[in-house]
């Protein structure tokens, strides 16, 4: 090797893509996709067109109760109730639950906004709760130091596909006795024991957006439940307040309801990939295994972690670089997740940040407090997990849940391993170009 190159090989981040360098992952990299379609999905698609029952009231289709029996099966509980989006889902769940105005349920911080919106939706008030710091869901402490005399359910969600601590949940649940309701949109598939997710408290929601493990074509939603009257009410919920009809529909409201109903071509598809869904899980394992063992091994960065009896659908990897431990304050956080984020992305490895500021601190929900907006300094100290995760984590989403990504994944392993022999420069960038904070992304957004 002659001077220069030996310069080179000294220089700073040589070899990163960001500086030029050739990058971890080849652009033409197989693999990836998600969700996958099949020639049976179109055929399932087909099949409904040309039956001419292109919507759930008409006469005769099946597609959706075909669905709901195989989902019911598939989670091991008594009903399944098909609606038209996750939070259609949840929503109906809630109302069906009792929830209404002067209620408060209790919401991780750290979900999707479409959590709290349900439970406003239906006329109540969201109170939030921090997340665990190991498994990203809701703290039971946390929980039962936000219960008050109007709490009237819990929506723990089982973030990233982990259940949540449904035992110390329930305890909690049973104590203010009020219900669960969980929000199992990102978990299909997920146990706690021998039991599957959706069959863990009162209702189960679950979601069927595109990229979600159980994918339709379109919006789906699907509600499971052991309870024979919350079903019912579910039935009509979904059916502007419509008894469920036998023979002739009556069109009778008996409760204020929307049209919540899916369409049958969504359900046709998302019971084909239904067919493939075990499957699915088990050919994508390994590989994610083989990913998650490969950056556990670097230090300072924590891989999702599952603990005894639960296991994991891993519909999106959260990954926590840890500041301390590779040298930064934690006032670098932001900092070291954003050059990290600017180093993986050249080399081709696609992390983004999923939530970028804690749910209670989003206009729509800090203006719902009966005293007004709760200042941010109050959510930083109330919810400082949540904080710490949304401000220093990154995530891996939808190409990893191809069953074929496992070669894909080895290169993304590469791109890290890589990114951590120059974290001497990640360790400079971070330091000298502050990232934005969840603060500033607010007053932005
Ligand atoms: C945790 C969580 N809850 C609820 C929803 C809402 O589901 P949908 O998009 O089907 O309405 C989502 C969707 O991303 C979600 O991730």
Not at 152 to 173: C, I, K, Q, T
Request: net charge neutral; hydrophobic share 40%.
């Amino acid at each position: 090797m002659g001077e220069p190159a030996r310069a080179a090989l000294r220089t700073p981040g040589a070899g990163l893509a960001l500086l030029g360098g050739p990058r971890a992952v080849p652009r033409d990299a197989p693999g990836g996709r998600w969700p996958i379609v099949t020639p049976e999905d179109e055929q399932a698609v087909l099949r409904v067109l040309r039956s001419g029952r292109l919507n759930a009231a008409t006469a005769g289709e099946t597609e959706v109760a075909e669905l709901e029996e195989a989902w019911a099966l598939a989670t091991g509980t008594r009903h399944c109730v098909a609606v038209a989006s996750g939070t259609a889902a949840l929503h109906l769940a809630l109302r069906g639950c009792g929830i209404g105005p002067g209620d408060e349920v209790i919401v991780p911080a750290l979900t999707m906004n479409a959590t709290a919106h349900a439970v406003h939706a239906a006329g109540g008030t969201a109170v939030f709760a921090d997340v665990e710091p190991d498994t990203y869901t809701m703290d039971a402490l946390s929980a039962a130091a936000a219960a008050g005399s109007r709490t009237a359910a819990l929506l723990p969600v089982h973030l990233h596909g982990l259940p949540a601590d449904m035992p110390a949940l329930g305890e909690l649940a049973g104590r203010l006795g009020v219900p669960v309701v969980e929000d199992a949109a990102q978990a299909h598939g997920a146990r706690l024991g021998c039991r599957r997710v959706g069959g863990l408290g009162t209702a189960g929601c679950f979601s069927l957006h595109p990229h979600k493990n159980l994918p339709t074509c379109g919006e789906g939603g699907l509600i499971t439940t052991d309870d024979d009257d919350l079903r019912e009410q579910l039935v009509r919920l979904r059916n502007f307040g419509e008894p469920e009809p036998s023979g002739t529909r009556s069109y009778i409201a008996h409760r204020t309801a929307f049209n919540a109903r899916m369409a049958p071509v969504a359900a046709a598809f998302a019971r084909s990939q239904l067919a493939r869904f075990d499957e699915n899980a088990r050919l994508r394992e390994p590989g994610i295994r083989d990913l998650l063992d490969r950056l556990a091994r670097l230090p300072g960065l924590r891989v999702p972690r599952v603990p005894a009896g639960r296991t994991h659908s891993w519909h999106i990897l959260r990954l926590m670089p840890e500041p301390e431990e590779l040298g930064l304050g934690p006032e670098h956080r932001a900092g070291l997740r954003a050059a990290l984020h600017r180093v993986l992305r050249a080399e081709g490895v696609p992390v983004s940040q999923y939530q970028v500021a804690p749910l209670p601190a989003h206009p729509a929900f800090r203006r719902a407090g009966p005293s007004g907006p709760v200042p941010l300094e109050e959510v930083a100290e109330r919810f400082p997990v949540t904080v710490a995760v949304v401000e220093g984590s990154l995530c891996l989403q939808r190409r990893h849940l191809d069953p074929a990504a496992g070669p894909l994944l080895r290169r993304y392993a590469d791109g890290f391993e890589k990114a951590w022999r120059h974290l001497d420069l990640i360790r400079r960038m971070a330091v000298s170009r502050p990232a934005p904070g969840w603060r500033e992304t607010l007053s932005r957004g």
